[in-house]
């Protein structure tokens, strides 16, 4: 495909703003960048469309660290600060020095290069939003891979969401060329109703309650057909709270209260 045919992406287009580049990474004349690595960092970790849409988010960031306007510490922060990655950082799979390093060690490309780190990282992400018929809850798989070696003057980073690895392709030549459709870091996923964080918070909270409320129906409804139903924390608590009641005398009470009582 042309330069001249090849769509723009989304992130391209953020680029022209952000980075004063254009989408063939070229240099817009008389642009400048107007975010540095803080502030895009805080923008793709708390803002909207990069909360719902991970991947962008993380496509983003990979961009800006080839401009140098993002450090490896921004990303890095951007990864534990962001409410979806910070799920699969802090319990996914991570595979930290061990099978990329040793393909890479032991492939032609590694023959004349020192791999310093290698990471491999992949989980499910629960994400929340507000689209266009309201809130709705995606369970998110999200996966990306990392190496580097010495004399590089950043990591390279790609997505891996099944599409094929880009490391090993464009680096290790051990893999065919990736399905950048699958592995697509460059747009949004997602349509996000442009909305005030009070009003997707509101709507949020609302659902929340609702299946709570639901839950707790379908509870009663099981005990009164006579289920045996588990309380969970309700019951432990309601066991510890008689257990730990103290012992009243029994004094003379007027009967119609002890029915009641009772």
Known sequence: MSKQNQQVSQADKLMERWAGRKADK????????TVSGYTARMRLAHSEPFKSNPEYAFGCARLLMTYNIMTHRDFTWMLFNHPAWKQVMDSGSKDVNRKLMDEAQNSNWGLDKVVT???EVSGTAKVTYNGRHGVKTEN???AFEMIRYQGDTRPFVALNLGGGSAI?????KSESRPDFTINDDSNTRRYVSKKSKEEVDAEIRAQEEKQLDAQADDMVARL????????GAI????????????????????SAFRKDRN
């Not at 090993?168 to 290790?172: A, D, N, S, V, Y």
């Not at 009164?224 to 309380?231: K, Q």
């Open 235 to 254: 019951q432990h608590e309601s066991t510890k709270e008689t257990s730990s009641r103290p012992v009243r005398e029994k004094k003379h009470t007027p």
């Open 140 to 142: 998110v798989k999200l």
């Open 168 to 172: 090993r392709h464009f680096l290790l």
């Open 224 to 231: 009164l057909a006579g289920e045996s139903v588990s309380l």
């Open 117 to 119: 780190a290698t990471l």
């Open 26 to 33: 070229s240099r817009i004349v008389g642009g400048k960048p």
